[in-house]
């Protein structure tokens, strides 16, 4: 029992950051039909904004500030630095394309992801950075009943998604801004004819989905520790699928999809074998790619003609 | 016929598309022009030709590995093309079918599969391998019946991760987990077998213009007419009647077949195969070489491979070719971008004399930040010597921190270029070339391992954005 509450906390912990990607993922292809194959890169631009905001304040083992304050930067530099490359990036490389045929912008973003992954390379080393959370956040804090272990800053990740989920939620539903987001991603045209400022609504979307992005680079490194120049490669690809499994495009789909692609992650490592976990997860997704393209919460997208 | 207005049947539109078929003012307008005057069969025999003399010409084995290196990627290329160029169909699984064919081949080439092994001759593997493929092809074709644009990219892509996931984790004893499959025989057959590199270069030049043949044939046959209709409008395509399914699945298993060819050749000659050489980057710089060249045209597939893989695993390695190579693409892009030529030469001179003031500058500031010499080779390191800041160097190697620095800055002012017109743009030049030079000579040309992949991402933006049709593709007429 105790395994499998261990599992399952675990699993929650990945799905609420593969959550958090994927929402990024979800909200520009919902407002742009783009792919955008480089937002794996934006976590990882945000785990290594985390990094040196630690290394900054002195290294993990003596902070010249208090924790929470450390974090408090750490979450903010990280959303608010990957919320401005996301802009940047979406003024520079993907306006140009808008109106291209579809087969442009997706190249693009290969390039872009390309690109940044060995920037970062060429910037960081090839090395593994580590966060040392337990050296400021120590584990004894988290919940320990015999062999069950919950430390802290899984607590706090999973807190955090929530409360980002519901304030994203509370944007894209209640705000003028998810108002006009909502009639960009129906119809541009339209929209631009109603006076909505489409260019700017649609930084906008990519400032969200890129701090989240950026957010979650930290939760990353906050549990896993370890942040490398790759690390976006095969975190984006599985918050990819979970966004498609959950039906791209809709918020509450990449939810629900990183969640299931997390826990499914953490159950197989956990009673299977980790030596396939990547196989079935990528298996899962031809398998709903197939079965079911609009995923699981996605609209059957009708073709106009 | 244009005084008469359009004959019967003959949408006007239509008929008269040649008409509306302009050329680029400028440079680009002139290598359009050559490439619609040069027979395509003539230029075929004389690139073959070419490549012939490139091997008899006796050049260091260095060289011939690199030449080996760009016929394969420009046979990928070749291959990608049907699906990208000609369909209009996203595969970014190619790269499994390639893995799949070296794969194959050496599971029928080696001891993996029992303690005898498995020792077929080429005239018999390869085409197994390639029916394979064609196979393997047909079956990751498949989605695309129902999918279409983004979601079969999506398919496809997780079919190559899976591929190398696979041949990562299944079945060790078999397909040698990381470790991969190694002693593969060579290429061999009727008796005799290649084992130089010469040998394989060789090879490598028959079965790419062979390929080239045969898809020459089939693209202008109804097959290719087909795709290229599939391609424009699949809706309006299927009502005159073209098998919308079957052509998209034919161009699918017809690019496939010609990647796992490639693929056994490529395992053949390196003699061993391991997962990481099936991994994205190189599928990306098989898209960036067909980009390049443009999708959609052979020649430019070739064109593109030859240009990047000289330039990335040649010229990019030695010092003294990478300088000529980088300070001779920007002087090239300036002379052929930049109008008038009164702009021109002050952007030139402006950025020569800004070199020297700063260097005098800071060499008078602190002599230590300018004490490195550039990292380049040749007379081009002599040239700058005195122009570009190199900071001193610690313990034999030149500090990363200054070149990163620069390079970030260097990007910073390209995005504000983009940005500025007229003179600021022109003024705001000098001061991006002058950085840059800085930050290649301090930093980018001592990793050229880094700097070639990441101006492979670069290649493809910057393409994508400025010329979508690539050196030798026509540019695409949208209708709307």
């Not at chain 1, 291209?100 to 390039?111: H, K, N, Q, V, Y």
């Not at chain 1, 649609?202 to 939760?219: K, P, R």
Request: hydrophobic fraction near 55%; aromatic fraction near 10%.
């Amino acid at each position: 029992m105790h395994k499998f509450i261990q599992e399952l906390v675990n699993g929650l912990t990945t799905g609420s950051v593969y959550a958090l990607i994927a929402l990024g993922y979800s909200m520009v292809y919902g407002i742009l039909k783009l792919l955008n194959f480089a937002h794996g890169d934006l976590f990882m631009v945000g785990a290594f904004i985390g990094y040196f905001v630690i290394q900054w304040f002195g290294g993990p083992a003596a902070l010249s500030v208090p924790v929470p304050i450390v974090l408090l930067v750490m979450f903010v530099l990280a959303g608010g630095g990957v919320g401005a490359l996301g802009v940047v990036i979406e003024r520079f490389a993907y306006r140009p394309l808008r109106d291209a045929p579809r087969i442009a912008p997706l190249i693009t973003a290969l390039g872009v992801s390309f690109f940044l992954e060995n920037t970062a390379l060429l910037f960081f080393g090839a090395s593994y950075h580590i966060y040392n959370t337990s050296d400021f956040i120590p584990f004894s804090s988290g919940i320990h009943i015999g062999a069950l272990d919950i430390d802290m800053a899984r607590i706090m990740v999973i807190v955090l998604s929530v409360v980002l989920m519901i304030g994203l939620r509370l944007i894209v539903n209640r705000t003028q801004l998810g108002r006009q987001m909502r009639a960009v991603a129906t119809d541009r045209e339209a929209a631009e004819m109603l006076g909505i400022n489409v260019d700017y609504t649609i930084a906008a979307t990519f400032f969200l989905g890129s701090a989240l992005a950026g957010v979650s680079g930290v939760m990353w490194g906050l549990v896993f520790n370890s942040v490398w120049n790759y690390m976006g490669f095969l975190a984006g690809l599985k918050a990819f699928t979970a966004a498609v499994v959950g039906g791209i495009g809709s918020i509450s789909g990449a939810v629900l999809g990183g969640l299931l692609i997390g826990l499914a992650e953490s159950f197989i490592t956990g009673y299977v074998s980790s030596t396939y976990t990547n196989l079935i997860v990528f298996g899962i997704l031809i398998a709903v790619m197939l079965l079911r393209p609009s995923g699981l919460l996605g609209r059957v997208q009708l073709q106009k003609v | 016929m244009s005084s008469q207005g359009p004959s019967i049947g003959v949408d006007e539109w239509v008929a008269r598309s040649g008409e509306r078929r302009g050329y680029s003012p400028g440079w680009d307008g002139l290598l359009e022009r050559i490439n619609d005057r040069v027979n395509w069969w003539l230029g075929l025999a004389l690139a073959a030709g070419i490549g012939f003399a490139f091997g008899q010409a006796g050049f260091s084995s260095f060289v011939m590995q690199v030449a080996f290196n760009a016929l394969l990627l420009a046979l990928l290329a070749v291959g990608l093309n049907i699906a990208v160029g000609w369909a209009g169909l996203l595969d970014l699984g190619y790269i499994g079918f390639f893995g799949f064919g070296a794969y194959g081949f050496a599971l029928l080439s080696s001891n993996q599969l029992s303690s005898s092994g498995v020792h077929l001759q080429a005239w018999e593997s390869v085409p197994l391998v390639m029916i394979g493929g064609a196979i393997l092809g047909l079956l990751v074709g498949l989605p695309s019946r129902r999918l279409i644009g983004d979601y079969l990219a999506i398919v496809t892509l997780f079919f190559g991760e899976a591929f190398v996931e696979f041949t990562n984790n299944v079945a060790p004893s078999k397909l040698g987990g990381p470790n991969g499959i190694f002693g593969l025989d060579p290429i061999r057959g009727f008796g005799s077998q290649i084992i130089s590199l010469k040998g394989y270069y060789y090879l490598m030049l028959v079965l790419l213009v062979v390929t080239m043949v045969v898809l020459r044939l089939l693209d202008t046959s109804r097959t290719g007419r087909a795709w290229r209709a599939v391609r424009e409008d699949p809706l309006a395509a299927s009502l005159m009647t073209v098998p919308v399914n079957r052509v998209k699945l034919m161009a699918f298993s017809f690019g496939a077949m010609v990647a796992a060819l490639a693929g056994a050749a490529f395992a053949a000659e390196q003699t061993n195969v391991f997962p990481t050489n099936f991994d994205t980057s190189y599928l990306i710089l098989i898209y960036a070489a067909l980009i390049l060249g443009g999708a959609g045209s052979m020649a430019g597939a070739v064109l593109g491979a030859v240009v990047i893989e000289a330039t990335y695993d040649g010229f990019l390695r030695s010092p003294h070719w990478a300088g000529v190579i980088f300070y001779g693409l920007i002087l090239l892009t300036l002379l052929v971008k930049l109008r008038p030529w009164r702009r021109l030469a002050g952007v030139l001179v402006g950025t020569v004399v800004f070199g020297f003031v700063v260097y005098a500058i800071v060499h008078a500031i602190s002599p230590s930040a300018t004490a490195g010499g550039p990292q380049s080779g040749g007379f081009v390191a002599d040239l700058v010597r005195n122009w570009v800041i190199v900071p001193a160097p610690k313990a034999g190697t030149i500090p990363a921190g200054p070149g990163n620095l620069e390079f970030a800055a260097v990007i910073c002012l390209l995005i504000a270029l983009v940005q500025l017109r007229g003179r600021w743009r022109s003024i705001l030049m000098i001061p991006t070339i002058y950085l840059a030079a800085c930050a290649w000579e301090s930093r980018l040309v001592g990793q050229p391992s880094i700097t070639r992949v990441i101006l492979t991402g670069a290649v493809l933006i910057v393409m994508m954005n400025s010329r979508p049709q690539g050196l030798l593709g026509v540019r695409r007429v949208e209708i709307v």
